[in-house]
């Protein structure tokens, strides 16, 4: 079953299979490419933050908001796929959420081709 208080907040950069392959296992996704298109950066974490949603991206700039500029943060997974390693990346994605479930709030994650890098928030 599904844990309701994990939900997401997708970017417009996410390869919407994750999308797809989260809200059908039953996830809360809400994806700012039907939302709220072309949303600042910034904007789309404020917005994570305000209703409790790890951000989910392929926008390596939210490193930066997050480490450099000390935005506050539910939880980011950056992911970085190339495009030869795509066909499975809902799959995989999914995966990494029903290992980890909560593991991934508060956390900056980086989902690559065969591990995941779950750095602590401070």
Do not use: Q
Request: proline content about 3%; hydrophobic content about 45%; overall charge negative.
């Amino acid at each position: 079953m599904v844990e309701e208080e994990i939900r997401f907040l997708a970017d417009e950069s996410c390869d919407f299979a994750v999308v797809r392959s989260l809200r059908s296992a039953g996830y809360d996704v809400i994806a700012v490419s039907e939302s709220c298109p072309s949303a600042a950066d910034v904007e789309v974490l404020r917005a994570a933050v305000e209703d409790k949603r790890i951000l989910i991206t392929e926008d390596s700039d939210f490193g930066e908001w997050i480490f450099a500029h000390k935005e506050k943060m539910n939880g980011v997974i950056f992911i970085r796929f190339p495009v030869s390693a795509r066909s499975k990346l809902g799959e995989i994605f999914l995966k990494l959420t029903e290992e980890h479930g909560f593991n991934l709030v508060k956390n900056f994650t980086v989902l690559e081709p065969g591990r995941a890098r779950i750095r602590k928030y401070p």
